[in-house]
C-alpha cells in the first residue's frame, strides 16, 4: 500500500527517526540515501538527522539555496509503502528477514521509477514550462511498528524539494505526477514485492481487486489478532455512517490523523515475546515454505499478456483513446503476482510494434477502437440536417417557464429544436442535466414523442 504527503521543513525532520527500529536487521541501517541527486551531493549509507534538516530547508551543500515561497515552504513528499499485514508478521515474528530485504528491492524498484518523473518549472519570455531532470535525493526510513505497537513493515521515502538541472543549478521539483501516478507507483510495489516473495517459496492470495494481497497460509482471522490500530480506524469511520471501502481516500487520511496515538518508546523484546504469545494462540505457523515452484516463473510470462489485454479491454470500454499510465496501472494490478512493471512495459512495446495497438507519444488506442471512433463521426456528420425538428414552434418561453437557467434552457433548446439525427450535450456533475431532459422529455411528449433512455 502507499501513501503520499508533502512534508515540512526541517522541523519535521525528527519524527523520521524513531528509535530501535533496526531491532530486527542490525547489520543493516534502517535509513538510507537514494537517488541521482544524493549521488551528486556526495550522500551516501545511513541519513544523519543533521543533512536531513538541512535539505528539506532548502540548504543544498555549497551554500545554494533552493528558491521557494516562505510560507507553507514544502521540505520533500513523502512516498510511504506499506508491506502487507501477513508479510510483517511472517518477517517480525516469524523471524524471515529475507521479507523485509523483499521489501527494500521492491522500494527501491520503484523510487527510480519515481526518479524518471522528477521534473521542474523554469519561465523562459514570460511562459512557464516543466521539464523532467531525471534526479532525485531521497532520504528513507525503515520502520517496523504501528502505532498500535503491533508488527507493520513500511518506509518512508522522502523525496526532498530538490533537483539538478543540466546547468548544475537546484531548483525546487515539481511533484504534482508523483500525486497524479499514486496509484500505479502502488500497483508497481504491491507487483515487485508479490514476485519476490515467491520466489522465496510463499504462496499469496489477493484480499482485493486493485492487487492488495497477503501471504496465503495466514488467515484473515489471524491478521485481525495483529491490527488493533486498523480497529481504531474503522470504528472512527464508522461515526460517520463510512467503512474502509466507501470512505474516500481524504476521509481516511483525515480519520487516521484524527485517531493517531502519540509514539511511545516500548521495550522490543518485551513486545517480541507478546507477539509470540498471541501467535500461538491463535495457531499461525511461521514455518518457512520449501523450494520455489518452476511454475511460477512461466505463469509471470504468461501473466504480462494476459495483465496487459485485460488493462487494454477494460479502458477502452470507456475511453477510445487511454494513457500509457492508467494501461500499465490496471495491467498490474491484475496481474499482481503474475507479472512486473517491466514484463508489462515489454509487452506493451511488442503488441505496439505489432500493429496491435496504436501509439502517439504516450497516448495509445486500438485499430477496433479507432474503426468505431471513424463510423461514430461519419454517422454524426451524415445525419446533420436530415430529420425535421421535435418541435416546430418557440419552446424557449415554455421552457423559461419550467425554471431553468440559461444553460439547461439552452441545451433543451438544442435538443427539440435541431434539425441533425445526432446531438452531443455536455455538463459537469450537479449542474442539472436531469432535471433539463426531464422537461425536454414532457414537451417531446405533447408533440407525439416517446424518449427512451
Keep these: 500500500m502507499l501513501s503520499v504527503h508533502n512534508v515540512g521543513g526541517g522541523k519535521d525532520a525528527g519524527s523520521y527517526y524513531e528509535k530501535a527500529d533496526d531491532y530486527y536487521a542490525k547489520d543493516k541501517s534502517p535509513s538510507q540515501w537514494h537517488g541521482k541527486g544524493a549521488e551528486i551531493l556526495g550522500l551516501t549509507g545511513p541519513v544523519t538527522i543533521e543533512e536531513f534538516r538541512q535539505l528539506l530547508d532548502g540548504n543544498v551543500p555549497g551554500g545554494n539555496q533552493i528558491q521557494v515561497v516562505a510560507a507553507g515552504h514544502r521540505g520533500g513528499t513523502d512516498l510511504t509503502f506499506s ?16 521479507l523485509i530485504e523483499a521489501h527494500d528491492r521492491a522500494v527501491q524498484r520503484v523510487l527510480s521509477y519515481a526518479e524518471s518523473l522528477i521534473s521542474y518549472r523554469y519561465t523562459e519570455q514570460g511562459i512557464t514550462h516543466r521539464t523532467k531532470s531525471g534526479n532525485l535525493t531521497a532520504a528513507t526510513f525503515r520502520h517496523e ?12 521515502c522522502v523525496i526532498l524539494n530538490l533537483t539538478q538541472r543540466p546547468d548544475k543549478q537546484w531548483r525546487a521539483i515539481e511533484n504534482e505526477t508523483l500525486y497524479r501516478q499514486q496509484m500505479l507507483m502502488g500497483a508497481f510495489y504491491r507487483a515487485e514485492l508479490a514476485q519476490e516473495v515467491q520466489k522465496l517459496g510463499y504462496e499469496i492470495r489477493r484480499t482485493r481487486a486493485d492487487g492488495l494481497f497477503e501471504l496465503a497460509h495466514i488467515t484473515n482471522d489471524q491478521l485481525e489478532q495483529f491490527s488493533s490500530r486498523s480497529k481504531i480506524i474503522e470504528a472512527g469511520l464508522a461515526e460517520y455512517g463510512k467503512t474502509r471501502e466507501l470512505a474516500t481516500a481524504k476521509e481516511k487520511e483525515i480519520i487516521t490523523i484524527a485517531t493517531r496515538p502519540k509514539k511511545t518508546d516500548v521495550d522490543r523484546k518485551v513486545l517480541h515475546e507478546f507477539w509470540q504469545e498471541k501467535s500461538l494462540a491463535s495457531q499461525i505457523n511461521f514455518e518457512r515454505p520449501g523450494k ?23 479502458l477502452i470500454e470507456r475511453q477510445s483513446v487511454i494513457s500509457e499510465e492508467k494501461i500499465i496501472r490496471h495491467a498490474l494490478e491484475h496481474g499482481v503476482g503474475q ?28 485499430p477496433e477502437a479507432q474503426k468505431l471512433e471513424k463510423e461514430i463521426l461519419e ?12 418541435c416546430i414552434k ?23 429544436t435541431t434539425q441533425n ?25 405533447e408533440e407525439g414523442f416517446q424518449l427512451r433512455g
Design 394 to 416: 418557440n419552446v424557449f418561453f415554455d421552457l423559461n417557464r419550467r425554471g431553468l437557467n440559461q444553460g439547461q434552457r439552452n441545451a433543451a433548446t438544442l435538443i427539440l
Design 339 to 366: 507479472t512486473t512493471y517491466k514484463e508489462i512495459k515489454k509487452a506493451l512495446s511488442r503488441q505496439v510494434s505489432e500493429g496491435k495497438i496504436l501509439q502517439r507519444g504516450e497516448r495509445y488506442t486500438t
Design 379 to 390: 454517422l454524426e456528420k451524415n445525419g446533420r440536417g436530415i430529420v425535421r425538428p421535435i
Design 145 to 156: 511498528l504501528s502505532r498500535g505497537c503491533d508488527p507493520q513493515l513500511h518506509t518512508h
Design 292 to 314: 520455489v515452484s518452476p511454475e511460477i516463473k512461466s505463469l509471470q510470462n504468461q501473466g504480462a499478456n494476459l495483465s496487459l489485454q485485460f488493462a487494454i479491454d477494460h
Design 421 to 445: 439525427q445526432i446531438i452531443a450535450v455536455q455538463g459537469l456533475a450537479g449542474t442539472g442535466k436531469t432535471f433539463m431532459l426531464h422537461s425536454a422529455r414532457e414537451l417531446a411528449e
Design 83 to 98: 508491506a502487507p499485514k501477513s508479510l510483517s508478521m511472517q518477517a517480525l515474528i516469524g523471524g524471515d528477514d529475507r
